[in-house]
C-alpha cells in the first residue's frame, strides 16, 4: 500500500506594517545575518518534517505544525525589526511601567520579583505601552524558570543622566539568562530598537558573582 500524504499546513502569510512618509529604519549587518541563519534552520527543518509526514503521519505532522508556528512567530519577529514602526505615546508613571515589568518577568519565570523605586524620580515616561510591552515579553523569554526558581529577580529604578531619565535595572542571578542563539540575538536586537524608539537605551551587564544586569533608560517627560 503506498503510503498516506499528511496534509502539510500552509504558512500563513503576514503582511509587514505600512511605513510612513518620511520613516527610515537602523538596520545592523550581523542582525540580518543572524536573520538569514534562523531562517535557513527553520525552513531546513520544514522540509525534513514534510518528508517524514509522508511516511510517519500523524506524529510527524504534529511537528511540522509546530515548527510552523515557530516560523511564523520568527517572521513577525524579523519584520518588526527590518520594518519601520510608529508608536502612539501616553504618559504613565514609573510605578507603572516597573510594575508591567515585574510582571513580564513573574509571569514568565513564577519566581519572585523585588521592586525598589527611588522616590525622588523625575516626571513621568512617555511611552507607548504596546511596544513597551513587547520589548520586555521578548526580554522576558530570554529568561530560565528553573535559574531564577531559588533566588529572586531584583528591579531597581532610580534617577538616570542628566536626572531627566529613569534607569531601570534588572539584577538576575547566575544562569537566570539562557544560551545564546542566532534567534536570541534577533529578539534582543528588536527589543532593543523598541527602547531606544523611546529615546531610551538597552544593555546587558556582566557581574562579577555569575549574575547578569539589564539595565534600561527610559527619559522622563
Not at 509587514?16 to 535557513?40: C, K, M
Not at 519572585?112 to 520586555?136: C, N, Q
Not at 531610551?200 to 562579577?208: K, Q, Y
Request: proline share 7%.
Amino acid at each position: 500500500m503506498a503510503p498516506v500524504k499528511a496534509a502539510v499546513p500552509e504558512v500563513p502569510k503576514i503582511a509587514p506594517p505600512p511605513a510612513a512618509a518620511g520613516q527610515f529604519v537602523v538596520i545592523a549587518p550581523d542582525v540580518v545575518d543572524s536573520i538569514g541563519h534562523v531562517l535557513g534552520n527553520l525552513f531546513q527543518r520544514l522540509y525534513h518534517l514534510v518528508d517524514l509526514s509522508r511516511t510517519d503521519g500523524a506524529a510527524a505532522g504534529d511537528d511540522l505544525a509546530v515548527a510552523t508556528r515557530h516560523l511564523e512567530g520568527f517572521l513577525r519577529t524579523a519584520l518588526d525589526y527590518l520594518c519601520p514602526t510608529t508608536l502612539t505615546y501616553q504618559d504613565m508613571s514609573v510605578e507603572d511601567v516597573v510594575g508591567g515589568w515585574a510582571h513580564q518577568i513573574g509571569a514568565r519565570t513564577g519566581g519572585r520579583v523585588e521592586t525598589e523605586v527611588g522616590t525622588r524620580l523625575p516626571g513621568v515616561l512617555r511611552i507607548d505601552p504596546a511596544a513597551l510591552r513587547r520589548s520586555f515579553a521578548l526580554l522576558a523569554a530570554r529568561l530560565s524558570p528553573a535559574a531564577v526558581a531559588g533566588a529572586p529577580v531584583r528591579l531597581r529604578a532610580a534617577a538616570g543622566p542628566g536626572n531627566c531619565a529613569v534607569a531601570v535595572r534588572t539584577l538576575l542571578p547566575a544562569g537566570a539568562v539562557g544560551g545564546a542563539s542566532s534567534e536570541r540575538e534577533v529578539e534582543w536586537a528588536l527589543a532593543e530598537k523598541l527602547i531606544e524608539l523611546h529615546g531610551g537605551t538597552l544593555r546587558e551587564l556582566c557581574s562579577e558573582q555569575g549574575g547578569t544586569t539589564w539595565e534600561i533608560v527610559l527619559p522622563t517627560q
